[in-house]
């Protein structure tokens, strides 16, 4: 292997021959030092919408990042045009380094895992309380990701004016989770974004629901057309200015600081690409009783020592009910 440095001569320089004026190439990339910092607002079939200081910048990714590819909430490092005027293109130079990841896979058996948001510091899981039914093994898998991830979960239930949300609360009392209930009035009187705007101040919330739960609409709420033109959001409204999202799009937040990140409504949230052994991460009351399970323990088998654990009072029975629950939905369907 060739190294380059100080003693670099011609001998060390790669070029393709037979072809003229082809410049040398070698390993050195730019360090591209007065690059730009911005922040992914959107893709769209290798065009990535990013926020520069106040400017909207269209740009793509350079050759030189190989197939790593920048998702929505990316910090990025820009060079070229960023005037942000029309045909104008700039070039994502460097991916910096995530805080947290929103990921998921198309079911359980797809080993291809995708990333969906990049730095998103809290994960809003949508579910109506009826019309659709609420889908509690959906959910779970949400809060897997989530834990996963390195974000901390919301739960935002809508159409309490249609059923209550004792029984959802309660299957969830045990993790702590912040949950806000809504109605469909308050969506409507603008009630419900107020409320939710308390848990959203100064951080960057991604948005996860199926379709039907009011997602969209609540986001809507939250971020008036005046503000989402403002980010030159373009592809993501019909013909006749109704809302549909086809990919996640970063929009900042009216009222308060922070963004939302409102993403495609989901079918099934496959989990392939989760290690189990991060989950636990998430339960700290819980982690320190592992010390004690076999190798490899999947913390639901009679081994484990997390039943003496909870046995000898350092945690709640339903603390470990709550993370058996979570881990075993990598291998139940969502409908189950």
């Known amino acids: 292997m060739r190294r380059y440095g100080k003693h670099t001569d011609e001998d060390d320089i790669r070029t393709r021959p037979g072809r003229r004026n082809t410049r040398p190439r070698t390993n050195i990339r730019p360090k591209h030092e007065d690059a730009a910092e911005g922040m992914v607002l959107t893709v769209d079939r290798g065009r990535l919408t990013c926020l520069v200081d106040d400017r909207v910048v269209l740009a ?51 080993p291809f895992e995708r990333v969906v948001v990049a730095n998103a510091d809290q994960l809003a899981i949508v579910t109506a309380l009826a019309d659709p039914e609420p889908r509690p093994r959906l959910i779970d898998r949400c809060l897997v990701a989530a834990y996963d991830g390195g974000l901390e979960p919301l739960l935002v239930m809508t159409k309490s004016d249609l059923a209550p949300p004792d029984e959802l609360l309660e299957l969830y009392g045990s993790l702590d989770i912040p949950h806000v209930v809504t109605s469909r009035e308050e969506l409507q009187d603008g009630g419900a974004a107020d ?142």
Request: hydrophobic share 35%; aromatic share 4%.
């Open 195 to 336: 409320r939710v705007r308390e848990y959203l101040d100064g951080r960057v919330t991604a948005f996860v629901g199926h379709s039907g739960v009011g997602k969209t609409t609540l986001v809507n709420a939250l971020v008036p057309e005046e503000r989402r033109r403002s980010t030159g959001h373009v592809n993501a409204v019909t013909g006749r200015g109704r809302h549909t999202t086809t990919s996640a799009l970063a929009l900042p937040l009216t009222y308060v600081d922070g963004w939302v990140i409102d993403t495609p409504g989901v079918r099934s949230f496959g989990l392939a690409h989760i290690d189990p052994s991060r989950v636990i991460h998430a339960f700290p009351d819980l982690e320190p009783g592992t010390e004690g399970c076999p190798r490899a323990c999947s913390h639901d088998e009679p081994d484990c020592a997390l039943d003496q654990w909870v046995e000898e009072g350092h945690a709640d029975p339903a603390r470990l009910y709550s993370l058996r629950r979570l881990l075993a939905t990598r291998e139940r369907t969502e409908g189950d």
């Open 60 to 110: 793509m990714k350079a050759r030189e990042l190989g197939r790593k590819a920048a998702v929505v909430g990316d910090r990025v490092a820009l060079v070229g045009d960023l005037s942000g005027k029309k045909d104008t293109l700039a070039r994502i130079v460097r991916i910096e380094e995530r805080t947290s990841l929103l990921r998921r896979t198309a079911d359980d058996d797809d």
